[in-house]
């Protein structure tokens, strides 16, 4: 156990713990006292939680928070009143994803000591009475800090600084695509995404590497070569302790490692600084660099111990993914009354024009293509953006190919409709499934067709006047800037001519 001296309390009173278990897993514990002397709406101590939660998140470690906030919630905690410092809890409590344990008054009437933490817990009830001369219950707490440790996925890293590209593209503007003319959609598209990734195995130098969920965002390649050298020189000394010269080599080992590590880590944080200072990115990447510099970014923590309605804990890996996949499959279907032909809401009719077919030339896939970022997440079908792009007048016309097939078909080929999905926790306790949504990672090809048939229905529906006046979102040169100017008009005319405006927002739970 270490105390985090690093950490800013801003002259609250905060201890801040990291625990090393015997498993080799780090906790983050937080020990806080709010005096009942601060006003209702003094929030400074939660702006110095807030402020410690951060600066730990980049260690991927569970946390604990514990101790008397003195703070009243009347849905939260069940207090008697709301205040804006129980606002605060709840909203700091649900910003991190912790899950507040204690469901009983702790001082008289009011829960006052709180437990709030990201790992699977429960309170020991009923609490136990005081001790000495406090007024306050003694709590106790029970972690399951220990889950069962996940294997290492492996994934394949393709070498582009490397790649005959030249080559490549010779070798698919050879290949013989003729079972694209006999053979059907799914046929066609397996054997599409074999030919292309034989391919990229000649020509782009590619290696295996091992990652596992717990590892940094700033983790690359050179950082695990370096860890691998030392724990074989570790091994190799250990084999023979006697041995001088192994113990000299895994010193070097472990002085590399420290150096390499600490060089990449830097060489991240100067690059994440230099993308959000130099203002060059959109609202939406700036958000995205935010959040992984804050430790919320595409490489988070495991997933902890699911906890079912049942009581039943979740630790498998495995088990974990059927529980998720259940969930997740349970809100993406309809039910028997939503597929009945009178369930659908009537439609005005606009237009008698009709939309027959959608033309995948050669020239239109290919400049889709040529827009694929290279950064995109590669799907299932295990084809790059990279590639795609790099080689896309060469794929332009046997892609164009299978998009017809596809579309005369009227179906997609079953690969393209197989998604990698990773559960993003959105609130509360992250060991319950409903807390997550899912993302789907689906073939970058799939969403090259998509592009060009919303490409050719958002035509045809413009050229006839079909989509409503009222609609601004998902049209070109439309947006919300529009309505919300055109909105800001109206409502003010309404409102000097002495008249009331009534605005209804709705949102769906769970969508």
Known sequence: MRELETIDVLDQELIW??????????????????????????????????AGLESTACQNSPVILA???????????????????????????????????????????????????DLPGRIITPLHPPLGKSDHAVIVAHFDVAPT???????????????????????????????????????????????????????????????????PIWWSPECQACVDRKQQAWRRHRASPDDAALLSTFKEAATAAVVTLHRVKMAHIATVRRKISDGGLSSREWWTTIKRAGGHGSRSPEIPTLTQANGVDIRQSAAKAEAFGKFFSSKCSLGTDDLQADALPPVRHRSDAQLHTVHFRPCAVERELRKVSPAKATGPDGLPGRVLRECSKELSVPVSKLFSKSFRAGRQPTLWK????????????????????PISLLPILSKVMEAIVNRALRKFLESNNILSQSQYGFRSRLGTQDILTLLNSQWGRVAASGGAVRVIAVDVAGA
């Not at 990773?422 to 807390?435: Q, T």
Request: hydrophobic share 30%; aromatic share 6%; glycine share 4%.
């Open 67 to 117: 101790g008397d906030f003195n703070v009243h919630n009347q849905d939260w905690l069940h207090s008697s009143r709301t205040t804006r410092a129980g606002e605060h809890a709840e909203d700091m409590c649900h910003m991190y994803g912790l899950e507040q344990l204690v469901h009983e008054p702790t001082r008289g009437r009011n829960t006052l000591d709180l437990v709030m933490s």
């Open 149 to 215: 440790p996940d294997r290492p996925t492996k994934r394949t890293v393709w070498r582009y600084q490397q790649a005959d590209w030249p080559r490549l593209r010779a070798s698919l503007c050879d290949s013989d695509w003729s079972f694209l003319a006999t053979d059907d959609a799914d046929i066609s598209c397996d054997k599409l995404t074999r030919k292309v990734t034989e391919a990229m195995k000649r020509f782009i130098p590619s290696k295996v590497l091992k990652q596992r969920a717990s590892n």
């Open 418 to 437: 197989t998604a990698m999905v990773v559960p993003v926790h959105k609130k509360k306790s992250k060991s319950d499934v409903s807390n997550y949504r």
């Open 17 to 50: 713990l990291s625990v090393k278990l015997c498993n080799g897993q780090s906790v983050v514990i937080c020990a806080a006292y709010r005096p009942g002397t601060c006003s209702d709406t003094d929030i400074t101590t939660f702006d110095a939680i807030s």
